[in-house]
């Protein structure tokens, strides 16, 4: 992956953010299209880092959340 450009700002509608932190610095850069993923479900929870979490348990939590959240995102934006 890459980091997100201000160039990015401009050319997508929509900017996701996984946790407060990013989303703080993408508002910081000038995002106005911007969302937390955690809002598309889990009370507009952070996403957490996997490593957080014991062996493998983290990853399965978080890929769980992020579907889930993925899902509902792509479900409210292509109802119009």
Known sequence: G???TEADL???ELIVALDESNYGNL???GA???IKLGHF??????V???YFF?????FDRVFAMIESCVTQLLI???RD
């Open 2 to 4: 890459r980091q997100v």
């Open 10 to 12: 401009s050319s997508y």
């Open 27 to 29: 508002k910081k850069m």
């Open 32 to 34: 106005k299209n911007l």
């Open 41 to 46: 479900g889990h009370n507009n929870e952070d």
């Open 48 to 50: 957490p880092d996997p």
């Open 54 to 58: 014991p062996g493998f348990e983290g």
């Open 76 to 78: 409210e934006k292509t």
